[in-house]
């Protein structure tokens, strides 16, 4: 059960979490309220997608990329 | 040598980079690429030519990089230096607030051009601590569950949770430092 209302470092531990599980829906509707009132966690969020983009497409890139950057 | 021989073994320096990252350990790297290439010049004939030949080794390399972290499971998982450290006391106050506020990045893939953008996430991500670099390369690169990697690595998923979670905010802190203060190269 989630608290209806969460710190920045407990919304934090959850967007983080829900790289590695699908967050349940009471979840996802608390994070949603908390981000409404927070510009902090709103930009964390950001960041945090940024940061998945980037992971997918580095993956790609080094599993089957020509490139030899690194050889 | 044969020609084909030859092709393989000029990826072999970039096959020990994806594995020495993935693995923290230049001994069980070695054996995982080892492994790879003699399997490759084995059956040459299961190479079809339809995906590139650096995709197809890398697709083994990972099953023999699994083969090697299953083989050193004790080893692999023993926290060192700052793998048990947590940033949220760093990041934020007693409250839960944050002490400062995570700011805006912007398209650092647009500004600092697409190589520079990789090779600072792949630096970032090879200065993660090396449990916490294992467990998150196994998750993004190896692309396991996290079922699969608690069985391999014999751990629970709330420590694997914790450590990802480290990993990860960690990764942000360090390319946060890197992506957005690093000038374009010339």
Not at chain 1, 18 to 41: K, M, N, P, T
Request: charged share 30%.
């Amino acid at each position: 059960m989630t608290a209806f209302r969460l710190t920045c470092r407990e919304v934090t531990r959850l967007v983080l979490e829900g790289e590695a599980r699908e967050l349940a829906l009471g979840e996802r509707v608390v994070l949603r309220l908390h981000w409404l009132a927070c510009d902090g966690c709103t930009r964390f969020r950001r960041q945090v997608r940024t940061m998945r983009g980037a992971l997918d497409r580095w993956k790609a890139y080094r599993d089957s990329g020509t490139d030899d950057t690194g050889a | 040598m044969s020609d084909f021989a030859r092709e393989v073994e000029t990826l072999r320096p970039q096959l020990m980079r994806f594995a020495r990252s993935q693995l923290r350990n230049d001994a069980w790297a070695e054996d995982a690429v080892s492994d790879t290439l003699l399997a490759a010049l084995e059956r040459p004939q299961s190479f079809s030519g339809q995906s590139q030949l650096k995709t197809w080794l890398v697709g083994i390399l990972k099953h023999k990089v699994v083969d090697q972290l299953r083989r050193h499971t004790r080893e692999a998982t023993v926290l060192v230096g700052d793998d048990g450290e947590d940033l949220d006391d760093a990041l934020f106050d007693e409250s839960g607030h944050w002490r400062d506020m995570p700011r805006e990045w912007g398209n650092p893939e647009a500004t600092l051009g697409q190589r520079q953008f990789f090779e600072v996430l792949e630096m970032c991500v090879d200065l993660l601590p090396p449990v916490q670099g294992r467990v998150f390369l196994m998750r993004e690169w190896l692309e396991l569950e996290t079922d699969e990697i608690c069985k391999e690595l014999s751990i629970t998923a709330t420590n694997l949770w914790v450590l990802l979670h480290r990993a990860r905010l960690r990764l942000r802190e360090c390319l946060q430092s890197r992506w957005l203060t690093t000038p374009r190269a010339a």
